[in-house]
Structure formats: structure tokens, C-alpha cells
């Protein structure tokens, strides 16, 4: 792969393929290394939610506002990767009343339709709704497929001349006279690296943000976070139904096909690589899950799979500073704050939210390169929107890696 190109990203999650695709509609040819498979950390590793943004409301209304922009915008560019599902959030005699009200206010200043609907009516269509649920709330969130999404972006950015490669790790990066110049690249059996050689490399490494960022002597302080995810055999599910609460462990299943998928826990992790993957977290997704939907306590556990959040873990310095571009999401101009140019990094977000991040990443790459081109990426409809033949070999050429349980003990694999 001995290349020079205009700019590398490295990371082939959704945000990572999100800004290739967007620069290459800028017509800057770029190239993008991912070390597994596509979508092989956070990306693939998620319920799989196109939030609405209601769950961000109360605590978090920018990202809310975010959540709900991009919902729209996902739903035009890229319906065949999301199933529009909608979803409720729901209150049970033990949830606070107040905030039932207070989420239906903050939804509203949000932009967000949330309207409450009469429970006795949706349990007639929906009987799996807890018997006890007291008051519902209808809001627009939805399902995505992330596989097919990053694939979608994939075949875009070879449509305009650039490349995605996969089990293409990068060991080093390039500095030269401090500006970064490139990467050197290592391939599973190899012996020896490639070298790719770039005017701007980009960091879309979530979790791994900061060992990449070291390879260039710059420190990004990350706090990985880990939140487990339990897969029931359970068709009936059809909606997103959220727990009416404040955000706590286990207050999300999601219907994907035939199954409901739990979630989630939150546990900062040292190593996104190595943590535990707890007994106690299963057991109590499964047990909070059932307080919503009571058959999911008796459902069959088909499996269970952790992700681990690229939660930026920055002083409120760099925020006050403005290199955060909001505090969903965090862009580092490493030029600026390290003295180390030709290097961004972007971190945090959701993947409901790539798109905004790639284009917020977009916008800057092409400021530092010279290159006056707007962004096109809310507009454009991805590829296999109208011709579904023209994501079927990209799908299988990419082929995701099967559940952590049933891969070689390879530990950046499990
Ligand atoms: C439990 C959980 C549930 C979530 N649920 C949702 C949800 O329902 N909806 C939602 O919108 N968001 C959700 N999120 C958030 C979402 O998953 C992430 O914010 C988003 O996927 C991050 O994408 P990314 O591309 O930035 O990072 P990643 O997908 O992690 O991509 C980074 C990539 O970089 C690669 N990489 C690392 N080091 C190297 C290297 N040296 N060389 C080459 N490649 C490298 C990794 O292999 C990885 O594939 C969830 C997150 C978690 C943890």
C-alpha cells in the first residue's frame, strides 16, 4: 500500500469512514486504515439507537439538538441502513413524576416531538409494555445498522478516488520537523510496514485515541468507558423503549430483527483492549430490561457483547478553549494545541452524530489544506439508497467479524 495521498484517517469506525467519505465529495482523495474490520470498535459494538435525542434532553440539550438534526438528515441520506422504528420512554410507579414532565419540556425546547400517549391504547397494539407502566411518552427515535452505514461510506470514498483498507494497523506515525507526514502501517503476517504518506492525518481512533496520539508524542487524555449489551431471543419488541428516569445502567432494549438487545452499563476501563466482561452486568440488564418489558426476564439470552465509549477526558480548559466543537463531541487541531501540525484528532459523539463530527473534522482538514469545497455529506444520499445492488459485494467484501465468543483469542479482536 505504499502510497502519498491527500489525507489519512486512521480508524474505520463510522467516524473514521464518516470524513473520508466527506472529504472525498470535497474532492480530496483520501485514505483510511482500520486495524480489524470495519466498524470493529465502538461503531459495531452499539444497541444501534438513531437517538432522537430525548435521552440527552434533560441532562444534555445540545447534544440533544444534535441527535435529533441528525436523525432527520440519516433518515433522507440513508434510510436502507435504519429501520424507523420510533420509541417511547416509559414510567414505572417507581420513577420520579417530575421528570416525565420535565423530559416532555426539554424535548419540546429541543426541537424533539415527544407527545404523551394513552397507555392503555399502545398496550393493546404493544402487550409486552409492563402491565404497570404508568405514562408513555412518543419520541422519534429509531434503529441503525452501523455495518451496512460504514460500508455505504466506504464505497463512497472508493467512488471518489480513495481507498479503505482494513487489517492495516498503524504502528507509528510520521513527524518530521514537527508536522505530521504520514504513517507507518503493519498487516497481520507481514514482515516489515507500509508507509502512507499524507498532507493531513486525521485521528478517528475513538477509544484508542490517545496510544495513537502518543505515537506522535501528543498526549490526549481518554476515559474509555465500557457498557455491556445483552442479545434475547424475543420478537415481539418493535419500539425503542426507554426508561422515563434519569440515565442509569439498564434502561434501554432495542428490537433488532427477531431479538431485543439490553442495555447498558457504564464502567470506566483502563485498556479498551483488555476489561472485564462481568456476570453482574448481564444479570442485571436482563433484571432491569424486565421491569419494562416482564418477558424479558424469561427470554433466552442468545449473547451478550461490550463496547467501550471514546469519552474524551480533556481539562474544562481545552473546552473553554474552544477545541471542543460541543461537548458531544471533541476536535483537537493538535498544530494549536501541541505544536505538532498536519494532526487532528476527533473524539466522543455517538454514532447518531458521525456524520456532524465528520463534517465538523471535514471543514477544518480542508481550512488547513487550502481547499474551498461545503460540505455535501446531508444533502448527498449514500450508496445502495436507490440502487441496492450497488452496496451487495461491498457488503460481503467487507464482512463483519462474527460475536466476540465465537473469534480467535485474539484479544484486539474480543
Ligand atoms: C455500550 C455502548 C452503546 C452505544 N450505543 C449507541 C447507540 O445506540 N446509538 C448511538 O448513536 N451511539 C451509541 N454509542 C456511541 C457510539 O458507539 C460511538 O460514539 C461511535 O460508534 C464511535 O465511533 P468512532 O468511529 O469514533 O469510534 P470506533 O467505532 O471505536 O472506531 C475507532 C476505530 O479505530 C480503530 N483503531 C484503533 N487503533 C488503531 C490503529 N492503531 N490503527 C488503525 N486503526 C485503529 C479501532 O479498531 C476502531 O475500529 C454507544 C457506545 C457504547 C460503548
Known amino acids: 500500500m505504499n502510497r502519498e495521498t491527500d489525507v489519512l484517517v486512521v480508524g474505520g469506525g463510522a467516524t473514521g469512514v464518516g470524513v473520508a467519505r466527506d472529504l472525498g465529495l470535497r474532492g480530496v482523495e483520501t485514505v483510511v486504515v482500520e486495524r480489524n474490520g470495519l466498524t470493529g470498535g465502538a461503531t459495531g459494538n452499539t444497541h444501534g ?23 432527520e ?41 415527544a407527545e404523551p400517549v394513552d397507555v392503555e391504547s399502545v398496550r393493546r397494539d404493544r402487550p409486552y409494555l409492563s402491565p404497570e407502566t404508568e405514562r408513555l411518552l412518543r419520541v422519534p427515535d429509531a434503529v441503525v445498522h452501523p455495518f451496512p452505514l460504514a460500508v455505504a461510506n466506504a464505497v463512497d470514498v472508493r467512488e471518489h478516488g480513495g481507498a479503505v483498507h482494513t487489517d492495516a494497523e498503524v504502528v507509528d506515525l510520521l513527524v518530521d520537523g514537527g508536522e505530521v507526514t504520514g504513517a507507518e502501517i503493519r498487516r497481520p503476517g ?13 485521528n478517528a481512533t475513538g477509544a484508542w485515541a490517545g496510544e495513537v496520539g502518543s505515537l506522535a508524542d501528543v498526549e490526549i487524555p481518554m476515559r474509555p468507558s465500557k457498557g455491556a449489551m445483552v442479545v434475547v431471543d424475543y420478537p415481539p419488541v418493535d419500539a425503542v423503549v426507554n426508561r422515563a428516569r434519569p440515565a442509569t445502567d439498564g434502561d434501554i432494549v432495542v428490537p433488532h430483527d427477531s431479538t431485543a438487545v439490553l442495555g447498558t452499563t457504564s464502567e470506566a476501563v483502563d485498556d479498551p483492549d483488555e476489561y472485564p466482561k462481568e456476570e453482574w452486568e448481564v444479570d442485571l440488564l436482563v433484571e432491569k430490561a424486565g421491569e419494562m418489558v416482564p418477558d424479558l426476564q424469561t427470554a433466552p439470552v442468545v449473547r451478550s457483547y461490550w463496547g467501550v465509549r471514546p469519552l474524551f477526558g480533556g481539562e474544562a480548559s481545552e473546552f473553554e478553549a474552544g477545541r471542543s466543537v460541543t461537548r458531544g463531541y ?85
Open 49 to 71: 439507537v438513531l437517538h432522537s435525542g430525548a435521552r440527552y434532553a434533560t441532562s444534555d440539550p445540545e447534544s440533544a439538538r444534535e441527535c435529533i438534526a441528525e436523525n
Open 73 to 113: 438528515v440519516l433518515r433522507e441520506v440513508a434510510p436502507h441502513c435504519i429501520d424507523p422504528t420510533g420509541g417511547f420512554f416509559a414510567q414505572l410507579p417507581e420513577d420520579d413524576d417530575g421528570y416525565f414532565e420535565r423530559l416532555r419540556n426539554r424535548c419540546r425546547d429541543c426541537g424533539i416531538v
Open 190 to 202: 507481514a514482515t516489515g510496514t507500509e508507509t502512507v504518506r499524507a498532507d493531513h492525518v486525521v
Open 330 to 414: 471533541t476536535l483537537l487541531d493538535h498544530g494549536e494545541r501541541d505544536g505538532v501540525s498536519g494532526f487532528t484528532t476527533i473524539v466522543g459523539g455517538k454514532l447518531t452524530t458521525y456524520r456532524l463530527m465528520a463534517e465538523s473534522v471535514a471543514d477544518h482538514v480542508c481550512e488547513r489544506l487550502g481547499v474551498d469545497a461545503p460540505c455535501r455529506t446531508a444533502a448527498e444520499p449514500l450508496p445502495g439508497r436507490d440502487d441496492p445492488d450497488a452496496l451487495r459485494s461491498a457488503l460481503s467484501e467487507f464482512e463483519p467479524l462474527p460475536p466476540a465468543e465465537e473469534r480467535p483469542s485474539d484479544a484486539r479482536r474480543s
